[in-house]
């Protein structure tokens, strides 16, 4: 089962992400819901984060690293 409501910060690095990924998800939810599909259904993390860039785009280097930055 691959969950196309993961937020970007849960692919990126598990280690290290907090409560706001649940509002990611309910998003994605309820934009399933107005759509009657997915928004992001990718077939694996890789193309799951594609769809996602494609739509949002890609992040900056700052943020990308404050979200890969190992967790102390």
Aim: contains cysteine; aromatic residues 14%; glycine residues 4%.
């Amino acid at each position: 089962f691959f969950s196309w409501w993961r937020a970007p910060e849960v692919f990126i690095n598990w280690e290290r992400y907090d409560e706001k990924v649940d509002i990611w998800s309910v998003g994605c939810i309820m934009a399933e819901l107005i759509l009657l599909k997915p928004l992001f259904a990718g077939t694996d993390h890789i193309d799951q984060l594609t769809k996602i860039f494609d739509v949002v785009g890609t992040p900056d280097n700052r943020t990308l690293d404050e979200v890969c930055e190992p967790c102390e």
